[in-house]
């Protein structure tokens, strides 16, 4: 449903805080991989680094005002995320971190219909020029305003909507009854793994940890390397980066044969040898196969080329079965259907 029509998540789980105060900006810009001294409503996907360059969350941060960012990272990270951002805070600081994520229900619309859907329900223009891919709006919805951030975990069109909780079910209603004409369909978080790993998306906590860094990753592009002022483990995140080709590195696979299932921990062979193992894995329905991800180890670097001609197998249940590897996704690498 959502690769063809719609679907929607639950996304209420999400850990949600606002930093606010006439410093926000310097101190969010200190804690953040990439650069969030941007314009309100604007969306940043980034990262939290520890002094190793190890990831210590993968979260958006979107500024509402000039003094206000709504930070949201995963649920299973609520509890971690928020004590790191508060010990990161100066003392001096003129800045207060609040934690909203009972306040708001954030129901995910995600497919190539998400927008004729929302344009029964909402007067706002949501059109690719008025509301381009990471940006943010507050939109009226049902009997309620709603903040709609156009990001996406599932590589398709769709709009996350944070909804004050009091209002959530006169929303939900009136999505659902209007996504009778658009082939709506409700989706969980099994059917949010199996997008997520088409897309080659992150999962922090079994692809990304505070021992990994975005070079190894592959998320460097969400670092600003150069920003004023830095951030937290940029000079060992740069002895990473300039080091050349890294010799442990995110790879996605693609089973062979769609039989043998996936769901993480299963070796990686390369040359008859053990070169690492899946941090996740599961059936990608779109591809038509299993598909994971996992850390390879090679000492001359794992380059592209290395990547790319080399045989690879993945063991399940003590058996080896050929696999695809590639450093990018295998649905839609270059991320069009989620922009349009």
């Known amino acids: 449903a959502v690769r063809k029509q719609v679907g929607m998540f639950d996304m209420s789980s999400f850990g949600k805080f606002m930093v606010q105060g006439r410093d926000a900006e310097a101190v969010m810009n200190r804690i953040c991989a990439n650069n969030v001294a941007v314009e309100p409503g604007k969306v940043v996907y980034t990262a939290w680094l520890n002094e190793r360059g190890g990831i210590e969350s993968d979260l958006t941060v979107t500024r509402l005002r000039e ?15 928020l004590a790191w951002l508060r010990r990161q805070l100066p003392d001096e600081a003129n800045a207060v971190v609040t934690d909203v994520t009972s306040g708001y229900v954030v129901l995910s619309v995600m497919g190539p219909n998400a927008r004729r859907l929302l344009a029964e329900v909402t007067p706002a223009d949501l059109s690719n020029e008025a509301f381009p891919f990471g940006t943010s709006k507050e939109i009226e919805v049902g009997y309620a305003t709603a903040l709609a951030l156009r990001v996406t975990y599932v590589g398709e069109l769709g709009w996350e909507l944070y909804i004050p909780t009091e209002f959530a079910q006169d929303i939900y209603d009136g999505i659902v009854a209007a996504g009778s004409g658009h082939g709506l369909k409700l989706a969980g978080m099994h059917a949010l793994n199996s997008l997520r790993l088409e897309k080659a998306f992150r999962h922090w906590g079994h692809d990304i940890t505070d021992e990994d860094n975005p070079v190894a990753a592959g998320l460097g592009f969400a670092v600003a390397w150069d920003k004023p002022g830095g951030f937290i483990g940029r000079e060992a995140l740069l002895k990473i980066k300039e080091a050349g080709i890294p010799k442990k590195r995110l790879v996605q696979f693609a089973m062979l ?24 894995g599961m059936y990608g329905h779109s591809i038509g196969t299993c598909l994971g991800m996992g850390y390879v180890e090679n000492e001359q670097g794992v380059s592209k080329e290395f990547v790319e001609t080399s045989n690879f197998e993945i063991e399940v249940a003590g058996e080896r079965f050929p696999a695809r590897a590639s450093l990018r996704a295998f649905y839609d690498p270059n991320s069009e259907r989620s922009r349009h």
């Not at 003094?67 to 995320?81: E, H, I, K, P």
């Not at 044969?257 to 996740?280: A, F, K, M, R």
Request: aromatic share 8%; hydrophobic share 30%.
């Open 257 to 280: 044969e769609p039989e043998p299932l996936l769901y993480h921990n299963e070796p990686i062979w390369c040359n008859q040898q053990i070169v690492g193992d899946l941090t996740s």
């Open 67 to 81: 003094d206000a960012y709504l930070v949201v990272t995963a649920g299973t990270s609520q509890t971690r995320d």
